[in-house]
């Protein structure tokens, strides 16, 4: 399963209508509600601000919005390219500013459907998403002279989001992939003697 690294964006007409579709790494419910008010603040000009979601490891969580567009034009198609996608954890907005055309209800479900299939598209060429593993914060406290040769192993453990706090000690945290975790432990362990408890 993949996730999305960062915001991604593509733009495109229709008959007159401009439309701009974006995506959002997003992992909760609530984070997609605040993105999607933040996106029609910015575009209070627009004439609808479509989105569907996909959120869980195993999709769990879904969410559309056809925004005033007639029911099932909008939202419906935006989620199902989006569930038809080996993703989640990611919420897909299409932005509508009406060009003084009606482009019918098959008109909207092509248009809709279109623009989410442009911005995954984008998403995949520039290689912005990645595959979701599971991963566990962790913080332990080492002395100045195990310093240098720890710091050294972190990367076989493929730490991420690392903290490092001088004082006494230094006090090092971060993320860890789940599957790593007992043996990173293990090994510091090991190494100071059984002083460093991760």
């Not at 509508?96 to 989410?116: C, I, P, S």
């Not at 995949?124 to 040769?149: H, R």
């Not at 230094?170 to 432990?185: C, H, N, R, Y």
Request: with cysteine; net charge negative; glycine share 10%.
């Amino acid at each position: 399963m993949n996730i999305l690294k960062c915001h991604v964006q593509d733009e495109f007409t229709v008959k007159g209508s401009r439309f701009l579709s974006e995506l959002f790494p997003c992992s909760s419910q609530n984070e997609a509600r605040t993105i999607i008010k933040e996106q029609k603040n910015k575009y209070k000009d627009s004439t609808h601000v479509v989105h569907a979601f996909v959120i869980g490891m195993n999709k769990e969580v879904l969410g559309l919005s056809d925004d005033g567009e007639p029911s099932g034009t909008a939202g419906r198609p935006v989620l199902d390219v989006l569930k038809g996608q080996n993703c989640t954890n990611v919420l897909l907005i299409v932005t509508r500013w009406f060009g003084g055309t009606l482009l019918g209800t098959g008109g909207l479900v092509k248009a809709y459907g279109d623009g989410a299939k442009g911005v995954i598209q984008k998403a995949l060429e520039e290689n912005f998403f990645e595959e979701f593993v599971e991963k566990e914060g962790f913080t332990f406290s080492v002395d100045y002279s195990l310093y240098q040769k720890i710091k050294q192993l972190l990367p076989q453990w493929s730490v991420s989001d690392l903290d490092e706090q001088f004082g006494e000690e230094i006090t090092l945290s971060g993320k860890v992939p789940s599957s790593k975790l007992s043996e990173m432990a293990q090994t510091l362990k090991d190494l100071s003697g059984g002083r460093i408890i991760l």
